[in-house]
């Protein structure tokens, strides 16, 4: 039987399939091999009692994804949701999650909620900052149940990160999409009552038909030091429009003369608030350097 890991605690792997959850230890030959099952993998596993959903996780099959953090197989795009207002959206933090995803090569659509708090002159603001860096923008409110049809055609047929800080709705946006319309989700809350109370992990909450939450722990702060100051600018893709205007080659867009990024940035054509975190990472990078 096939399946798709949706949770993994304590050695313990809960599988969704044929719209039930099997609870499967993984067999010693991936401790062996030195593979390690992750939330999002596809399995076969065997069943060994169908009444209390008891089975063994025989093979992983191919993954066309893996995520680092959050440690997630299988994400086809990410939706990262901050609040329009209340809090106001913390830049730096959303910066910092697009360049790690852009690291990992996963599509993001970025979801402002809370919509009501502000204007469309305050979104339109957003939006031009946004698109013009190539990311997709919708907007939603929880409060005014708007926007979740377009959430649910961006998610239909793929598996998508839920990511966002605390306080932003995401909880509320995953509670209005209403999973339990499509699936049990007493059978899986029973399941893995034992993961109440631990650490939270990613967990994935099927949807619809194909269709896959992974719900990810929200993030107050994101580090990412394993790339080189360098290589930096390669994750900003308004960026590549204006390179060639730079004069020297190898430009890092920081302290060169005749810089086709700093120009653009003073025109108006890159978002000023895009460019000065772009200078706060390429500094943090530095340091890391030297005193690594």
């Known amino acids: 039987m096939q399946g798709k890991i949706i949770k993994g605690i304590a050695g313990f792997y809960y599988i969704y399939a044929n719209h039930s959850v099997y609870e499967c230890k993984a067999k010693g030959i991936f401790r062996n091999q030195k593979v390690k099952p992750l939330v999002g993998d596809d399995v076969e596993i065997s069943v060994l009692d169908e009444e209390n959903k008891i089975g063994n996780i025989d ?10 953090r959050p440690a997630v197989a299988n994400v086809d795009q990410a939706l990262v949701v901050f609040a329009a207002a209340s809090p106001e959206p913390n830049w ?35 939006q031009k900052i946004y698109e013009k860096s190539g990311y997709s923008i919708i907007s939603a409110s929880t409060y005014e149940e708007h926007g979740m049809d377009v959430i649910l055609d961006i998610l239909k047929g ?13 909880s509320s946006i995953m509670n209005m999409l209403n999973p339990d ?94 460019y000065e975190n772009y200078k706060l990472f390429f500094e943090e990078l530095k340091e890391k350097r030297r005193y690594s």
């Open 59 to 68: 093979a992983i099959l191919s993954r066309h994804s893996e995520l680092i």
């Open 158 to 170: 793929k598996t998508t990160a839920l990511a966002g800080p605390s306080g932003v709705g995401k």
């Open 92 to 126: 730096n933090l959303l910066d910092r999650f697009l360049l790690m995803m852009e690291k990992q090569h996963v599509p993001v659509v970025i979801c402002f909620n809370k919509m009501d708090l502000i204007d469309d002159d305050k979104f339109a603001l957003y």
């Open 181 to 274: 319309a499509n699936m049990d989700t007493g059978v899986i809350s029973a399941k893995i009552e034992r993961g109440k109370h631990t650490t939270r992990h990613s967990e994935i909450i099927p949807v619809d038909e194909d269709t896959y939450l992974v719900d990810t722990p929200g993030f107050s702060s994101i580090y990412f030091y394993d790339m080189e100051p360098e290589e930096l600018k390669n994750y900003y893709k308004e960026f590549e429009e204006y390179e060639p205007y730079c004069k020297f080659g190898g430009c890092n867009h920081i302290g060169e003369r005749d810089c086709g990024i700093k120009q653009a940035v003073e025109d108006g054509d890159i978002a000023s608030s895009r």
